[in-house]
């Protein structure tokens, strides 16, 4: 079967079924027509766009076939700071209607805006994504995502609004007070962080509410990486299907891709307002289809934040092979991590999310984990924390036992021989929005 040939399932409840199952040929002709736009506007508007073209001998008029983007400089977060706080805006920060921004771990913070065109565009991809995992109007959605600057609360609590449900603007934190609302409320959709959403299953069952039991029914997470054992840690504890959402503040916000709940595998991309490309980050030369490397995402339709060929740092691959669900947009495999954030283990590449398909699910050990890094001497070393289940023996042999059954696990599975440390239930410290995987003491052991 081929993607022209995947047709719509008259079943399957899209939210904007015209644009989702649009022909290949007319995805590419409306992106074209989109990119060129775009083009054109960064260039006439924002002077770093005009002087990247410019030392890359390109103008928006060089571009006469999407390939043509590959001739298109790169933008990086950094040209974000450097340009701190509205250099990069497309128009006067009069015609803003809201601003957004990462703290991000150095400097100055990264700082994004829109118009209330780019806020209905946002809504209504936000809306399409949240009914792509399985949310209906009507439904009642808990949104435990931060309200605030990081745009996971608002960007989900404006989709839900435009798709016709009831939202509860929980944002993160309070947990026993969510689990309450949860269950007191019935919600049907739980829109967080998946190692938040971690957090509310364990409160959950610490204060006798079974969710498994209410009519909760999905769950939308992202803003960090996951695995698939995760997945189904949190689907068999909350009884509902976790679905994979996919976005960054600086192209928008949630609702750049998220995975449909008919195939659960990779998350359409919404390619009418976003075009996709994957490149080797080293060379930076495009991959093919189907290749991994760093995904490089331009907006086709941002009118305050045009953003081309940004280089999210983000590492996956892109698939077009039709999906069961009919939708024509391709599908961005799951992101296992960010090239920044990969750890060197004695030579071995690793991303922490890699380590947690490992132990999540692990016999005897809770779900949560920190990887801390150390060091000795001239030396990096990394200590993955790991915690006793509730109930499982905790006195010393048992723990040596223990660290010695997860090296080795490790060791099998991804191939790198880790420190192990086994911490008592409840010591290691639980997530309230996007998790610290990695807590890095080097600075203070140098
Ligand atoms: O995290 C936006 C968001 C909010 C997405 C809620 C999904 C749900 P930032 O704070 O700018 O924006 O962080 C963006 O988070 O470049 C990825 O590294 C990571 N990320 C986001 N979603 C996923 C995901 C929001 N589903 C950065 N899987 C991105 C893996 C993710 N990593």
Redesign the pocket.
Same mark, same amino acid.
């Given at each position: 079967m081929n993607r022209q040939s995947a047709r719509r399932n008259p079943e399957i409840f899209m939210f904007d079924p015209a644009a989702e199952t649009m022909s290949r040929a007319a995805l590419a002709a409306l992106q074209l027509e989109r990119l060129k736009r775009s083009l054109e506007h960064a260039y006439a508007n924002v002077p770093h766009y005009r002087n990247a073209f410019d030392a890359a001998g390109v103008k928006p008029e060089s571009l006469s076939s999407l390939d043509d983007i590959a001739r298109f400089p790169f933008t990086l977060k950094t040209d974000l700071r450097d340009n701190y706080p509205f250099g990069m805006f497309a128009l006067p920060r009069q015609q803003l209607a809201r601003l957004h921004a990462?703290s991000g771990t150095t400097g100055r913070p990264?700082v /994004?805006g829109y118009t209330s065109g780019d806020l209905d565009r946002w809504a209504g991809l936000m809306a399409r994504s949240l009914a792509c995992a399985g949310a209906a109007p009507g439904d009642l959605v808990h949104n435990a995502?931060g309200y605030g600057l990081? @745009?996971?609360g608002l960007?989900?609590h404006y989709g839900a609004e435009r798709l016709g449900c009831t939202v509860v603007p929980m944002s993160g934190g309070g947990t026993e007070r969510q689990v309450a609302l949860l269950s007191d409320f019935g919600a049907n959709v739980l829109?967080a @962080? #998946?190692s938040y959403a971690l957090n509310i299953a364990e409160v959950a069952e610490a204060t006798g509410v079974d969710l498994r039991k209410s009519p909760l029914r999905c769950g939308?997470?992202?803003? &960090? #990486?996951?695995s698939d054992a995760l997945r189904s840690e949190l689907e068999q504890r909350l009884g509902i299907k976790a679905i994979?959402?996919?976005?960054?503040? &600086?192209?928008m916000? #949630?609702? /750049?891709?998220c995975e449909c709940h008919v195939a659960q595998s990779g998350?359409h991309g919404w390619e009418d307002h976003f075009l996709f490309e994957v490149i080797d980050p080293e060379t930076l030369a495009p991959k093919r289809f189907g290749e991994t490397g760093e995904?490089v995402i331009t907006t086709l339709s941002k009118e305050a934040l045009p953003m081309i060929r940004y280089r @999210? %740092?983000?590492i996956t691959r892109l698939d077009d092979s039709p999906c069961a669900c009919g939708r024509t947009h391709l599908r961005i495999m %799951? /992101?296992?991590?960010?090239d920044d954030?990969m750890l060197i283990v004695r030579g071995v590449n690793v991303y922490p999310?890699q380590l947690e398909a490992v132990l999540v699910g692990f016999p005897g050990l809770s779900p949560h984990y920190q990887i801390v890094l150390t060091r000795s001497g001239a030396l990096d070393a990394v200590t993955l924390e790991v915690e006793l289940a509730p109930g499982a023996p905790d006195d010393d042999d048992a723990r040596v036992r223990k660290s010695a059954e997860v090296r080795h696990h490790i060791k099998s599975n991804i191939g790198v021989t880790c420190d192990i440390a086994v911490k008592r239930h409840g010591e290691v410290p639980r997530s309230q929005g996007?998790a610290v995987r990695v807590k890095d003491e080097r600075k203070s052991t140098k």
């Open positions: 990462s990264t /994004v995502y990081f @745009t996971g960007g989900a829109c @962080t #998946p939308l997470f992202g803003a &960090e #990486p996951w994979d959402i996919y976005g960054l503040s &600086e192209i916000g #949630p609702g /750049v891709a998350l995904l @999210t %740092r983000d %799951r /992101v296992t991590g960010r954030d999310s996007k």
